[in-house]
């Protein structure tokens, strides 16, 4: 399979090379040239099917030659290690819960996936790599995570001093092996720029193989395709038609449920829910993209103002607006409507929604037809991630579960430094 920038359709890269590089020279986002269809026979196989099996079959497609089956395999088995339950919540209303993985995000899967892609090309080019990774709080835990004991690779984390929280800090301070961390004495913002002046540098690049865990990354949005299916695989009753929820801040995992439907996933159709960033649910609306600064909520991972996969939401759909919303519909919330269903969930059905969840909660019930369709949300977050926030609205206590608590109680491993890239640079050339 080869990828094609969104900047520029005849800059073309192979699966290795996109996944290696990023983004593209042009900053254009990698992006298949064809869409699989997938056979009536894995269709049919589905409810068999686990959910690593799924994603092989899925991946295959799109990696090609560039890693082997056997190797391709063992990559989704490994990814897979946790459940991705389907749970029912009211008649005809499930919520996959995605927040089974060691971060308790959605985002472990994609980051399980690149990390093991990367290690398998680091030993191919018979080469280590040293990922470097600036992060304002969960991101980095989920990508250094994904790399926690892969061979070839090690992880260096810069994170802004006094700007993550407790638990965040714990998350990405105590794996130890092959990942370290800095705490940065400056901002989320600094952070960044040091990463970058770090990939420029030519003395750094000389003594190490720098690599990025961009977000943005095709062999992050890739997996984020994969779970869609097994929705279908765990549904029972399959003789209404399905409408899928995703509260949504950069639109991977949307594009990723896109994806799944253009393979020939017989989904009806999506919500994008959004909290008050909303600038894809008024696009979707008026037919104009407007990017805004953000705004903060309690759904704080949804809190982006300028979505990076827009761009490849518009390549999937042409940009013809009149197509986009056959397939979408948009919805947005605001913080007390989000707290509100919170505590309506839990008194009617016991059931705890994260923040995020909610706002996808609330997205479903505004598009769905109960009639002909089953309705299904995507739960990205761990309620416990967001702790005081669904404590004060359900007046309940929520548990923190057993990994989390024992990475709160390990001791805290970094390395202060200063903003100057001086100092970045010597701590790189001396470890
Ligand atoms: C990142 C994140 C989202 C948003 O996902 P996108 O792919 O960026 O749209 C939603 N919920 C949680 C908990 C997240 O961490």
């Given at each position: 399979m080869e990828y094609f920038s969104t900047n520029n359709k005849d800059l073309r890269y192979g699966f290795k090379e996109a996944v290696i590089k990023g983004l593209a020279p042009d900053k254009g986002l990698f992006f298949p040239i064809s869409i699989p269809k997938l056979e009536k026979e894995f269709f049919d196989n589905l409810p068999d099917m686990s959910m690593a099996e799924i994603g092989f079959e899925v991946a295959k497609h799109f990696v090609g030659e560039d890693i082997s089956h056997e190797e391709l395999k063992n990559i989704t088995e490994e990814v897979f290690n946790f459940p991705i339950p389907l749970i029912k919540i009211e008649e005809g209303v499930y919520s996959l819960?995605?927040?089974?993985?060691?971060?308790?995000?959605?985002?472990?899967?994609?980051?399980?996936?690149?990390?093991?892609?990367?290690?398998?090309?680091?030993?191919?080019?018979?080469?280590?790599?040293?990922?470097?990774?600036?992060?304002s709080g969960d991101t980095g835990s989920a990508v250094a995570n994904g790399f926690l004991g892969v061979e070839g690779v090690s992880v260096i984390i810069l994170y802004p001093k006094g700007k993550?929280?407790?638990?965040?800090?714990?998350?990405?301070?105590?794996?130890?092996?092959?990942?370290?961390?800095?705490?940065?004495?400056?901002?989320?913002d600094d952070c960044q720029a040091l990463v970058k002046q770090a990939f420029a540098d030519e003395d750094l690049n000389k003594k190490m193989k720098l690599t990025s865990a961009n977000s943005i990354n095709i062999a992050r949005l890739l997996p984020q395709s994969f779970y869609y299916f097994y929705i279908?695989?765990?549904?029972?009753?399959?003789?209404?038609?399905?409408?899928?929820?995703v509260p949504s801040g950069n639109y991977g995992n949307l594009t990723g449920?896109?994806?799944?439907?253009?393979?020939?996933?017989?989904?009806?159709?999506?919500?994008?829910?959004?909290?008050?960033?909303?600038?894809?649910?008024?696009?979707?609306?008026?037919?104009?993209?407007?990017?805004?600064?953000?705004?903060?909520?309690?759904?704080?991972?949804?809190?982006?103002?300028?979505?990076?996969?827009?761009?490849?939401?518009?390549?999937?759909?042409?940009?013809?607006?009149?197509?986009?919303?056959?397939?979408?519909?948009?919805?947005?919330?605001?913080?007390?409507?989000?707290?509100?269903?919170?505590?309506?969930?839990?008194?009617?059905?016991?059931?705890?929604?994260?923040?995020?969840?909610?706002?996808?909660?609330?997205?479903?019930?505004?598009?769905?037809?109960?009639?002909?369709?089953?309705?299904?949300?995507?739960?990205?977050?761990?309620?416990?991630?967001?702790?005081?926030?669904?404590?004060?609205?359900?007046?309940?206590?929520?548990?923190?579960p057993t990994y989390l608590k024992e990475c709160l109680q390990k001791e805290k491993n970094s390395i202060l430094i200063g903003r100057e890239y001086s100092d970045l640079k010597n701590q790189l050339l001396n470890s």
């Open positions: 819960e995605l927040f089974h993985g060691p971060t308790c995000a959605f985002k472990d899967v994609g980051a399980r996936f690149m990390s093991r892609c990367l290690s398998a090309f680091a030993k191919q080019n018979k080469e280590d790599v040293t990922i470097l990774v600036a992060t993550v929280s407790k638990i965040q800090e714990q998350q990405l301070t105590t794996m130890g092996q092959n990942i370290s961390a800095l705490e940065v004495d400056g901002t989320f279908l695989a765990q549904l029972q009753n399959r003789d209404k038609d399905i409408v899928v929820s449920g896109l994806l799944a439907k253009q393979m020939g996933l017989p989904i009806k159709r999506f919500v994008a829910s959004a909290n008050k960033n909303k600038v894809v649910p008024d696009y979707l609306e008026h037919g104009n993209y407007e990017p805004k600064e953000s705004v903060q909520t309690i759904s704080n991972a949804m809190d982006v103002g300028a979505p990076s996969n827009f761009a490849r939401m518009m390549e999937l759909y042409r940009e013809e607006h009149f197509e986009i919303i056959k397939d979408i519909k948009g919805a947005w919330f605001s913080d007390q409507e989000t707290e509100k269903v919170m505590s309506e969930v839990y008194s009617n059905y016991k059931y705890i929604l994260d923040p995020h969840g909610a706002v996808g909660y609330l997205g479903l019930k505004k598009h769905i037809n109960k009639e002909n369709e089953i309705g299904v949300f995507l739960e990205t977050a761990h309620p416990a991630k967001f702790k005081d926030t669904v404590e004060k609205a359900i007046e309940v206590e929520v548990e923190i």
